[in-house]
């Protein structure tokens, strides 16, 4: 039997050119904040979390982003056209229907481009570490094996991570999914990963999770992780604004 594979990190690896900004989501959960403005419009440490976002992005080197709007879309566009500079930015408009995150994907391929892509939700906030995180992960990629690669945090580090973990990692790199209900994963997902549009295919009517295709990734082996180094915060609750706060003022 073979030995598992350990793909070592291309220092030279160039960023994808595109990302995509998951921006639709209608964030229930943080009303009152979200009551008259999208979430992504919602200020942690004097900026929003779509500019934290964008701040990475253009530090990494990314060209363009294609954001998806659903919820206040209009309020949430003229954002993206008056407030965003030094990256393309194209709308992926989403008025209609909101379609999750597998379905945001999809409907979104047009303007994405046959190269693998970055996609970055804009509900989370990191911080680099000790070396950029994307270029990292495009450090990391390897095309011949991997469909998907994603940004984990080790979940002690998961701050105002409500839920239970969501991923194992082997000792090559692969990931997969919580064994057990009930029971704690190890490593959150960030919310940035790189994806191959070879992976998105067969998918189902209407809106859909990405999970459908990190599944599909994982029974072929072709689904990876990689360890955040740095600061990363889930903006998931009013609450958990001032603790982020926090923790950016303590550096």
Request: no cysteine; charged share 25%; proline share 7%.
């Amino acid at each position: 039997m073979s030995r598992p594979r350990y793909i070592r990190p291309d220092p030279g690896a160039r960023v994808p050119r595109t990302a995509m900004v998951m921006a639709a989501g209608v964030g229930k959960r943080m009303r009152p904040l979200t009551a008259t403005r999208p979430k992504p419009l919602i200020e942690v440490g004097g900026r929003t979390l779509i500019d934290h976002n964008f701040d990475r992005l253009r530090a990494a080197g990314v060209e363009r982003a294609v954001v998806n709007v659903h919820y206040l879309a209009d309020a949430l566009e003229a954002y993206l056209h008056h407030r965003v500079h030094g990256i393309e930015v194209i709308v992926s408009d989403e008025r209609a229907q909101l379609m999750e995150t597998g379905g945001g994907i999809v409907k979104a391929m047009p303007l994405l481009g046959d190269d693998p892509f970055l996609v970055v939700n804009a509900d989370n906030l990191w911080l680099d570490g000790p070396t950029d995180a994307i270029r990292q992960l495009a450090a990391r990629w390897d095309d011949a094996a991997m469909d998907a690669l994603l940004l984990m945090v080790p979940y002690a580090r998961a701050h105002n991570h409500g839920g239970q973990g969501d991923f194992h990692l082997a000792a090559d790199g692969r990931i997969s999914g919580r064994r057990k209900p009930g029971r704690v994963a190890p490593f959150v997902f960030t919310g940035v990963q790189i994806l191959s549009p070879r992976l998105i295919r067969d998918w189902p009517e209407g809106p859909f999770s990405t999970n459908v295709f990190w599944d599909r990734a994982i029974a072929g082996g072709r689904a990876y992780g990689l360890v955040h180094q740095g600061l990363w915060s889930e903006i998931n609750v009013p609450g958990a604004v001032k603790r982020t706060e926090a923790l950016l003022a303590d550096g």
